[in-house]
């Protein structure tokens, strides 16, 4: 079996699930969700499975191995990601805000 093949085992996009965006198989957890654990957070790929059970080491491998063959789609969807985040943060206000407010406002 080739490593495409197994890459494709573990790896799948779907129109509509995750916003098409490449996740483990049979999962919502994206491939940016496990680089983002791995990368940002400095997470284990055993630390990664002790948090998210339901996924095995060789999704974890195959999610990395997906990220490195496409590190610049994957880095450019972290960087929207981030960037709509920010935008989110400085237009609206928290509902613990909201709440903080209406108390002092009292």
Same mark, same amino acid.
Request: with cysteine; proline share 2%; aromatic share 8%.
């Given at each position: 079996?080739?490593?495409?093949?197994? &890459?494709?085992?573990?790896?799948?996009m779907t129109p509509g699930v995750c916003g098409g965006r490449p996740r483990i198989a049979?999962?919502?957890?994206?491939?940016?969700?496990?680089?983002?654990?791995? $990368?940002?957070?400095?997470?284990?790929?055993?630390? &990664?499975?002790?948090?998210?059970?339901?996924?095995?080491?060789?999704?974890?491998?195959?999610?990395?191995?997906?990220?490195?063959?496409?590190?610049? $789609?994957?880095?450019?969807?972290?960087?929207?990601? $981030?960037?709509?985040?920010?935008?989110? *943060? *400085?237009?609206?206000?928290?509902?613990?805000?909201?709440?903080?407010?209406?108390?002092?406002?009292?």
């Open positions: 079996m080739s490593t495409v093949a197994v &890459i494709k085992e573990h790896i799948e049979g999962h919502r957890i994206t491939v940016q969700n496990i680089v983002v654990w791995y $990368e940002q957070m400095g997470m284990s790929p055993d630390e &990664i499975l002790l948090h998210y059970p339901s996924i095995n080491l060789s999704d974890i491998y195959a999610a990395l191995a997906y990220y490195y063959d496409h590190r610049e $789609e994957i880095r450019k969807q972290i960087e929207d990601d $981030e960037c709509f985040a920010l935008e989110m *943060k *400085k237009t609206s206000i928290s509902l613990v805000q909201q709440k903080l407010r209406s108390q002092h406002e009292r």
